[in-house]
């Protein structure tokens, strides 16, 4: 009997030692997110482009712009102060340890600086072995509601998980239960989707073939992995300022990229300010939503960034009038400018515009630089290079009335009236036939 259970407790050993051996150690996440195992972030993970990072400009500048953070009605948000230093406004969530919070709807804020708007949506908050010391304890998975951070840290509108909750802005005393997530080994991952929208088109997500997404300020036991497929995190579709930027400057700690689970960490609660990695999204994943998940193992806050590539467009005037609407706009690469309007000097009347470089139309064709443009073709510009259009004004074109000397009869007044409307309606066929002679003259030049 002793050797029955004894060859029984051998062939159960060798089991367990070949599943060891064969099979892969992931955390108990569904996202397969370990904190070991991967290779430095740096030039053999990531692109280093430093001339393609100096052209991209942040859609919303969270650091900077007057950003409005509005909230869904979901029941789940709460209203209190990040206990981070710096006594942040927060709207938050609690995460309990007697459940995941998995099937999570209409829990969703926006952020918008009046020109665009991010909506953040989460879909699931998952525990990965965290253990809380009672059974009232929870933590706080929140959205920043204040621009306290601006200059010094992460900024309103960011996510921001782990730090205790107090219950006034001296943060002097917590929220009953609220605690800190403290290093442990496991985490908490919070699931997004987000999508971008111009003001423009408020109902029409918005896409672009030069949209990035910023992951910011890589440390701190963080996270981070793109769940779109044939948009994860890899090297041809990652890129940064230089490699040095993406590891702390001090420390044993390194900030870290798994090539088999496509997704980046930090290690520890290194501190690394310039740990950005540019993400290039595909026009599918924008309109379907951007699916990135935050991972965090002690507290800490990532910003909600979109990059884009953009170009200058001035409007100016000749000498015959002034630009009396935009002067200035930025255009994403691929876009279109809004255009501007003109307020003609006395005598004379807007006409066309030129541009200062060859410019090409939704539609393919080519206009050389100096060859007129209407306003309604200098809506199709595709834009790919700052520009300047300047407004041409003509003289005006008066309307005299004859005088034949002849009495006011209702005859001869039915006579002027008619004279009148003819030298209108010339007037208007002349126009045309010159604008139509130069639109000619413009395409035959190609």
């Not at 015959?320 to 200035?328: F, H, L, P, R």
């Not at 290079?385 to 005088?403: G, M, R």
Request: with cysteine; charged share 20%; glycine share 8%.
């Amino acid at each position: 009997m002793k050797n029955r259970n004894k060859k029984l407790l051998l062939a159960a050993t060798a089991l367990i030692t070949m599943g060891a051996a064969t099979t892969p150690v992931f955390a108990t996440n569904p996202y397969n997110i370990d904190y070991t195992g991967g290779q430095e972030l740096g030039g053999d993970t990531v692109t280093i482009a430093p001339d393609l990072l100096g052209e991209l400009t942040p859609l919303i500048n969270m650091w900077t712009d007057d950003v409005e953070v509005t909230f869904s009605s979901s029941d789940l948000w709460n209203t209190g102060y990040s206990n981070n230093n710096r006594c942040s406004a927060i709207k938050y969530v609690k995460v309990a340890g007697n459940s995941d919070l998995t099937t999570l709807d209409n829990l969703y804020y926006t952020v918008s600086n009046g020109k665009y708007t991010i909506r953040v949506d989460i879909s699931s908050i998952i525990k990965d072995e965290i253990s809380f010391t009672t059974e009232t304890a929870w933590v706080a998975v929140g959205v920043l509601t204040d621009n306290s951070a601006i200059g010094k840290g992460t900024p309103k509108g960011s996510i921001e998980v782990g730090f205790p909750v107090a219950t006034t802005e001296e943060c002097q005393t917590n929220v009953e239960g609220s605690v800190n997530i403290g290093a442990t080994s496991g985490g908490i991952y919070v699931n997004t989707k987000q999508k971008l929208y111009a003001s423009s088109e408020p109902s029409k997500v918005f896409t672009s073939d030069e949209l990035y997404y910023g992951i910011m300020d890589i440390d701190a036991d963080q996270s981070f992995k793109i769940l779109n497929t044939g948009n994860e995190l890899v090297k041809s579709n990652m890129f940064a300022k230089s490699a040095a930027s993406l590891q702390p400057a001090t420390g044993e700690a390194k900030n870290m990229y798994s090539e088999e689970g496509k997704y980046i960490y930090a290690e520890g609660t290194n501190i690394n300010k310039d740990g950005d990695v540019f993400v290039k999204l595909s026009e599918a994943t924008q309109s379907a939503g951007l699916e990135l998940v935050y991972g965090f193992k002690s507290n800490a806050g990532s910003p909600i960034s979109y990059y884009a590539k953009q170009y200058t467009v001035e409007y100016i005037s000749d000498k015959n009038g002034e630009v009396d609407d935009i002067k200035t706009e930025n255009v994403i690469a691929g876009k279109s400018p809004t255009g501007s309007t003109t307020a003609p000097a006395d005598g004379y009347e807007f006409d066309y515009w030129i541009a200062n470089k060859d410019v090409t139309l939704a539609d393919g064709a080519t206009i050389k630089a100096g060859n007129p443009i209407s306003p309604e073709e200098l809506l199709e510009i595709v834009v790919d290079n700052n520009l300047v259009f300047t407004a041409i004004h003509v003289e005006s074109v008066p309307i005299e009335v004859p005088d034949t000397g002849a009495s006011t009869s209702e005859k001869n007044a039915a006579l002027i009236v008619f004279s009148v409307v003819g030298v209108v309606l010339g007037a208007s066929v002349l126009g045309i036939l010159a604008k139509t002679i130069r639109k000619i003259r413009r395409r035959s030049q190609f």
